[in-house]
Every structure is written in structure tokens, then in C-alpha cells.
């Protein structure tokens, strides 16, 4: 906690810096610190794409350039920035017609189908996460891969708190399922 108060610490001195006229030195330092964990969260939400988590990543940093008078230091910078990167995956499907690459639609929280997919995906931990709704699969990345508390994954998904501790409950729920139906069955003879 200690180490996570001190880097939150380091954010809110560098956006005091980056905000000043001559605070671009400041914001490039911000990009540098938080711009793996932009891409990781946008690769994962875009189901692997690095160029287009790339691309969005561009748009996440250039926006939260435009946009740094309006952080109002509420939250941690990094949360407020993953907010704006949520915000530009969404714009993003928004675009596509509310469809991820993969065709999964944005508000696919019970895909119809066989949940078992074929067996080239073998034991597939992201395929598995495909399958999951948007809702879950980001409630999950935030709470679970990115350890953020639930209360800070409820800003930056913009969705009240219990909604985030559903998605995460039917999320793991659903992964459970999903992984034991990949398990080799076994014969009990």
C-alpha cells in the first residue's frame, strides 16, 4: 500500500507539473509510467489486438493531454486515465457498431451457443475471457489482473459499485464453467 501511496504521490506531482505551461516534460513522464498498463488493459479488452491497442493508446495519452485541466485529483491519476481509456475502447465499439474484431457483440452478457469451444484452443485462459460480456471481462481486468479495488474499478468502468462486484462474481463464475468444461474428461473405472 505504502508503494502504491508513493506512486500516486509521484502521478499528482507530475500532473501539477504537466499542467503548467511548460509541462510537457512532466506529461511525457506521466506517459511513460502508465502507458504499458494502458495498452495491457486495451489489448485485453480488444481481445489481443496490439495495433489497434496501440492506436487507441495514442488517443487515450493525446486526450488526457487536452483533457489535464479537467482532472480534479478525486481519484489516483492512473484511475482517472484508465477511465479515459474505457471511455475510448467503448467509442471505439460504438464505432463498429457495438461489436469487438471478433464479432462478439458489446452487450453480450449470455452468449447463446456451445460454451465449449473446439479443441485448436486447447486450455486457452483468453479465449475463455472472450467468452465473457464486455462488462465481465473489464470488471475482471481491473479487479483481478490489474488489482484495483472494486471501488476504483467502479469509477474508472463508470457503473455503480454493486454492478462491478456482479460482473466480477458471474465473470469468475462463468470462467469456472468454462474451464471445466475444457478439463480432459477422466474415466472412473
Known amino acids: 500500500m505504502a508503494d502504491s501511496d508513493a506512486q500516486a ?37 480488444l481481445g489481443d489486438d496490439p495495433a489497434l491497442a496501440d492506436d487507441l493508446a495514442q488517443e487515450v495519452f493525446l486526450l488526457a493531454w487536452r483533457k489535464l485541466d479537467q482532472f480534479r485529483g478525486e481519484s489516483r491519476f492512473g484511475t482517472w486515465l484508465y ?16 461489436r469487438l ?15 465449449r469451444p473446439g479443441p485448436e484452443w486447447g486450455l486457452d485462459l483468453e479465449a475463455a475471457l472472450r467468452r465473457l460480456s464486455i462488462n465481465q471481462r473489464a470488471a475482471l481486468l ?11 474499478a467502479a469509477v474508472v468502468l463508470d457503473m455503480p459499485l454493486g454492478s462491478v462486484k456482479t460482473h ?4 469468475k463464475a462463468k470462467l469456472r464453467q468454462l474451464l471445466q468444461d475444457w478439463a480432459p474428461e477422466t474415466s472412473h473405472d
Do not use: K, M, W
Not at 505551461?21 to 506521466?30: I, S, T, Y
Not at 471478433?102 to 452487450?107: F, K, P, R, T, V
Not at 466480477?168 to 465473470?171: D, L, N, S, T
Open 83 to 98: 477511465r479515459i481509456a474505457y471511455s475510448c475502447f467503448l467509442q471505439h465499439l460504438r464505432g463498429r457498431g457495438g
Open 101 to 115: 474484431p471478433n464479432g462478439q457483440a458489446l452487450d453480450n452478457d449470455d452468449a447463446p451457443g456451445d460454451d
Open 9 to 45: 504521490r509521484i502521478d499528482a506531482a507530475l500532473v501539477l507539473r504537466a499542467a503548467q505551461p511548460d509541462g510537457a516534460q512532466a506529461f511525457e513522464q506521466l506517459v511513460r509510467r502508465h502507458q504499458g498498463l494502458v495498452r495491457v488493459q486495451l489489448r485485453r479488452l
Open 168 to 171: 466480477v462474481a458471474r465473470g
Open 142 to 152: 481491473y479487479c483481478v489482473q490489474l488489482e484495483f479495488t472494486h471501488e476504483e
